[in-house]
């Protein structure tokens, strides 16, 4: 399970394009994630990831602790949104 590639869709909302990030197995929490770090090198002003209206929190760890280093939680087919600040 954990040798398969799984990618995560992200829309960027000023220009609609949707781009690929891949999805790592944490094993700790056994889920797969998305690395905060490879978001924001793709959209540096990225501020929030949406699900339709629902604002995606980060990912937490059996123990209701923030996984670290920062992520969110891989959401199969589904297309997250990419909330970007203006300046």
Known sequence: MADETR??????LSTGQVF???AYYHSESQQHIILWDDMT???????AIRNGTTVVPRARDTTSHYIEPRC??????????????EE
């Open 41 to 47: 090198h793709a959209f540096p002003r990225m501020t």
């Open 72 to 85: 969110i939680k891989y959401y199969p087919d589904k297309t997250l949104d990419v909330v970007e600040s």
């Open 20 to 22: 690929q990030f891949e």
């Open 7 to 12: 990618l995560q869709s992200l829309r960027q």
